[in-house]
């Protein structure tokens, strides 16, 4: 059989999610700040150093999902043919959507009051969003000739990855009812992308 694959054909699970399954388990059963990085490690099986060979920092672990769901954006973005900068980012938000794995939905976010999230988890899910942010402004300043900081780019990626992220939300709250990501992110995009691209 071959060693990516479980019984019933399913894909065996990466180091990294063990981790944060484990993690997962943990905040779930005493709490985020209760929880210690040895305690992970333990409950997966694996030593303190192996969590950080996959890991910098205990928050890290909650984003596994949406580290997974944004790691190719920008080789999405430079892979694009659409002439419009605007298509551009609305074809790879969509290509990521389609990429990410239906049965990884984010505990950090299905569970957050369970797991008595604080202002730590706020902080890096932020820093992660405003990498995403300088990846896509910057995208959009070399088709347009504009500085990455300048009005428009900064427009289209507020606009486009903000839309993206209320679409994320929705499909991990619709639980066991929720569709494919790529039908909520396309969805929301659409008319957003209309609308910055008949300017």
């Known amino acids: 059989m071959d060693e990516t694959m479980r019984r019933g054909g399913r894909p065996r699970r990466s180091s990294a999610e063990v981790l944060a399954d484990a993690a997962a388990e943990l905040f779930l059963e005493q709490g985020y700040a209760r929880t210690t990085v040895d305690q992970i490690a333990a409950r997966a099986g694996v030593s303190r150093a192996t969590f950080f060979n996959y890991f910098g920092a205990k928050s890290d672990v909650l984003w596994l999902e949406l580290d997974a769901a944004v790691a190719d954006l920008p080789a999405f973005l430079a892979a694009s043919t659409e002439s419009s900068p605007v298509r551009a980012v609305e074809e790879a938000l ?21 797991m008595d999230i604080g202002t730590e988890l706020v902080a890096s899910v932020a820093a992660r969003v405003m990498a995403q942010h300088g990846a896509v402004s910057a995208f959009v300043g070399s088709r347009t000739g504009e ?53």
């Open 147 to 199: 500085h990455p900081t300048s009005l428009w780019p900064q427009t289209v990626s507020g606009a486009m990855l903000g839309a993206a992220a209320a679409a994320f939300g929705v499909w991990v709250a619709d639980g066991v009812a929720r569709r494919s990501l790529v039908e909520y992110v396309g969805a929301a995009l659409t008319p957003v992308a209309a609308g910055l691209d008949a300017r």
């Open 94 to 114: 969509v290509a990521a959507a389609r990429a990410h794995d239906p049965e990884r939905v984010p505990w950090a976010i299905a569970q957050a009051e369970v």
